[in-house]
């Protein structure tokens, strides 16, 4: 499958064994919040919990996340992904979709402040998930993220593509997400 410019998939970044002990490790240890969209008045239950560390802190969509250190594990994994993109990250946030019901809507990763160095690295460990793209043509592009597997996102692509991870009647496992990104003040 061809992605779009600025879209590189690269499977077994991390090898099985090492992903499967990632996520049990993330499930355990990660300080999992939970957080509400307010839509029209309203609280939505987000569909999926998160955690963001990072030395800048960091909100969207009326939730707020503070500065908080990396956790070793977190480190290490961001330090890998480091060696494998030669590109610097100082932030992660981090997706727990706890099983199908869980998801990500469209949306655009293009608001924050990253001091020059706009890609993101996203790390995926656990259960594979159906990753979509589209531009505002409406073209629509594809990519099943298998544990282990990095997707850079690089340039202009973050302003000129959507993305979502959809939910999915199929039953499907946990799944944790880390995007790697670099924020300034």
Known sequence: MRLPEGFHYQPGVFDPATSAAHLA????????????????GRAVPMPRLIAMYGPVGYSYSGVEHPPRPFPPRVAAIRDRVEAVTARHF??????LYRDGRD????HRDNDY????????????FGATRRFQMRDDTGRLVEVALDPGSLLLVSGDALVRWWHRVPKTAR???????????????
Do not use: C, K
């Open 103 to 106: 998801g990500v809507s469209w």
């Open 171 to 185: 039953p499907v496992g946990p799944r944790v997400n880390l995007t790697f990104r670099h924020m300034v003040g």
């Open 90 to 95: 100082n932030s992660v946030l981090l997706n």
């Open 25 to 40: 490790a993330l499930l355990d240890a990660i300080a999992w919040e939970r957080h509400e969209f307010h839509i029209y």
């Open 113 to 124: 402040a990253h001091g020059g160095q706009p890609d993101i690295a996203s790390v995926s």
